[in-house]
Structure formats: C-alpha cells, structure tokens
C-alpha cells in the first residue's frame, strides 16, 4: 500500500546569492521532518528561460507566495511531484513563470521532492533517479578556471567560460582534485605573465584576467598540461550577438563578427587547443550553425544551453536537426522538477549527453549534485573553487563515499 503524506506549512524567504543579490528560499514541513532549498540566480538567460523574478522582484514573489500558493501547498502530497508542479503553473498562470516567478515556483518544487526524497526514505539522488526513469551516473566536475563575458569586468576575456573536466580520474577526489589543480597553476601563471593582474575573479571563482579569448585558451593549456583532462568552451553567444547588425560583438577587443566568422573562430579554437566540449557557440536561434560544427567535429560535445533552455520540446527540436551533442539542464531555467526531469529524458532517449549546471549567482544548496546523480549527467558544471560551487563538489563526494557500489567506480573512467 502506498503511504500517503502531507505538506503542514510552508514557507517563502528572501536570502542572499554568491554575488549578493536577491534570491529565494522555500522550506515545507510535514509532522515527521522538513526539507528548504534555495533557488540560484543566472545573468546570462536565454530568452526561452522562466522569468527568474516577478517584476517587483522576490519581494513580490515572496508576498505571491504568501498570498496564492501557501494555502495551495498545505495538505498536498508533496510525493505527487508533477501533481504539485501542475499547481505551481495553474498559479502562476503563464507559460514562463513570469507572474510567480521560476525561481520561486523552482525552490518548492524542489523542495517537495526533497521533502519527499525524506519522507519515503530514499537518498534524493534516487528518489530523482526513480522519478525520471534513468540510471544514475558519478557525473564528472566540469568547471570554470576562467571566467569572462557578462560575468567579468571590461578587459576580461570576451567568452564566458574556459573548462576543464578530468578525462579518466580514478577516484571521485580524484576528479575534484584535478580541476582545482589546474586552478591553482592558472592562478600562478596568470599572476606571473599578465602585467598589473592582481589575480581577480569572474562570478564563477574563475580567474578573470585582462587578457584575450585566444591568449586565455593558451594559458589554461598551459596550466593542464600534463594532466589528464579536457578543455572546454561556453561561449555564451547570445549575450555577444547583435540581431540588427547580425554579427558577434567582442566588445573588449573591438571585433565584430559575422556568422560564418563566428564558425571559422570557433573551429579554429577547437583545432589548435583540441577543445573536448563547446557550449552556446552560435545565438540561440541559429540550429543550423550548431548542425554544421558536430558535422565538423563528429566528437566535439557541442552543447546547447541558452538553445534549449531545459525545454523538452527545444530539446527535442535540436536532436532531430542533430545541433547538439550535449544539453544544459538548469532547472530554474524552466522552473519545475518535472519539466526538468522531462527534458532530461528526452535527452537520453536522443543519447545526448546531460550536463548538470549552476547558475552564476549561487547559494550553497546542494540540491544539483542530487540532480546531476540521479539524471544520469556525464557532468556537473559547478565551478571549481568557491563555497557555493564546492558546496556541489562534497555533496557529490558524500553521495558517493555512501553509495559508491551503486555508481561503479568505471563510469568514472569510462565517462
Ligand atoms: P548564468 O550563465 O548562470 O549567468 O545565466 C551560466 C551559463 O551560461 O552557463
Ligand atoms: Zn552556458
């Protein structure tokens, strides 16, 4: 027989993230325990994404949340997941969260599976692994040693992100212990070569230099070498591309772009630093330049993030015109537990590779690590140094110390 639960209370808080802003953190009660989980923040978004914040902000959001939701959420089952998730979207009204706002209506939905996760007595790795239907996986660290963009002062490297993953670690410290190597050596090299650079960070805690795109690429081969990992790119392009003049701005560089230039650069990157991963290469409309990269490199993990915004039905669109090879999952970007879980199933069905991600505002919640684990993510993209971003990396370590012969040690090595 199935036990059945029940919400008691429920509460909406506003708290700080990693970048002090304002962000959301919900807590749900039943008579036996509780579960809060807070909601991270990006500043890159997608145009598809759920509107973070209602207009007035989480000031509002939390006046919402007293106001419609509460009394919504008391007495519900909070292990009726798309039950609850179908709540939040019948209150909120629109199809992007833009009245409640995705970061609240995330925090409860994660928060009942959680709660949930609780009460049943399942790790909430399995509980989600259970939910979705697909095998749990150790999910690699792919993590920013260099940061730019729109989460770096002028100056700093126009791409966004410069990644590194440890190709075969043989243990899970391991894996960690290899991208906060390269971090440190970065940190070194940089302070050394890069005249007047004090050793200042992007949002992320990746190190964010007055330097090129290419020049950073160089310094981050650099500071792998001899390590066994591989090399990666989030190109953010969205927030490059200029839809009236149709060309890519690096504004720190004083170059344009257009997009067949765009292709060329980010080819060229990929061939003189054999670059393993890519994400958002092209803006977010453009599939077919996405196509046109995997044709080029059929083993570059070309991955969509601002393209398919954790969006099942964008997921989908980009399986069958086969643009990615890897998709983001951040699930306040489409702001609920079952949509985000639907979109990771319609990844595994295409065999496209799921990576796990944070936002650049964080909090040390460690809800993602579960998520990472328990949708089968071939990586958790959450930074490398930071206690917002290794607050990720222990909860993967303890997920796995306790459950390690359910996540076999060779899908560490064979990843
Ligand atoms: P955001 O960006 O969290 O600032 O939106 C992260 C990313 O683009 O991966
Ligand atoms: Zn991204």
Not at 361 to 369: K, N, P, R, V
Request: aromatic share 8%; charged share 25%.
């Amino acid at each position: 027989m199935n036990q059945s639960f029940e919400i008691t209370d429920a509460d909406a808080s506003l708290i700080f993230d990693s970048r002090g802003s304002e962000t959301i953190e919900v807590e749900l009660w039943s008579e036996k325990t509780s579960a809060r989980v807070a909601a991270p923040s990006g500043k890159s978004r997608g145009s598809n994404e759920a509107v973070p914040f209602p207009p007035r902000g989480v000031v509002e959001a939390v006046e919402l949340f007293e106001r419609e939701l509460k009394r919504r959420l008391v007495g519900f089952d909070p292990v009726d997941q798309r039950g609850l998730d179908m709540v939040l979207k019948e209150v909120d009204g629109t199809s992007n969260f833009s009245r409640i706002g995705g970061n609240l209506s995330y925090a409860v939905s994660a928060a009942a599976a959680l709660l949930a996760a609780k009460l049943t007595d399942t790790p909430l790795w399995k509980y989600i692994s259970n939910l979705s239907g697909i095998k749990p996986s150790f999910p690699l660290p792919l993590g920013n040693v260099l940061g730019g963009g729109a989460h770096a002062a002028e100056g700093a490297p126009d791409i966004q992100e410069f990644l590194v993953f440890p190709a075969k670690p043989s243990t899970a410290e391991d894996a960690f212990r290899t991208n906060i190597e390269v971090h440190r050596r970065l940190g070194r090299v940089l302070i050394q070569s890069v005249g007047g650079y004090g050793g200042g960070k992007s949002d992320e805690g990746g190190y964010a230099p007055p330097i090129e795109d290419k020049t950073a690429l160089k310094y981050v081969a650099e500071a792998a070498r001899g390590l066994d990992v591989g090399l990666g790119l989030d190109v953010a392009a969205s927030t490059l591309y200029n839809p009236q003049t149709k060309t890519y701005v690096y504004r720190n560089r004083g170059v344009q772009r257009t997009t067949r230039e765009q292709f060329n650069f980010i080819q060229e990157l990929v061939e003189s630093y054999k670059l393993s991963y890519v994400e958002d290469p092209f803006e977010e409309t453009d599939f077919e330049s996405y196509s046109e990269l995997c044709r080029a490199f059929p083993s570059l993990l070309v991955c969509g993030d601002d393209l398919v915004v954790t969006r099942k039905e964008l997921v989908r669109k980009a399986a069958e015109r086969r643009s990615v090879r890897a998709v983001i999952l951040k699930p306040n970007q489409v702001g609920c537990i079952t949509d985000t879980v639907e979109a990771a199933v319609e990844a595994e069905r295409h065999g496209i590779v799921r990576v796990v991600s944070h936002r650049s505002g964080e909090t040390c919640d460690a809800f993602l690590s579960h998520l990472a684990v328990g949708l089968g993510g071939r990586f958790i993209k959450a930074g490398v140094v930071g206690g917002e971003r290794v607050a990720k990396a222990n909860e993967i370590l303890r997920i796995w110390r306790k459950h390690r012969s359910e996540l076999a040690i060779k899908e560490v090595a064979s990843a």
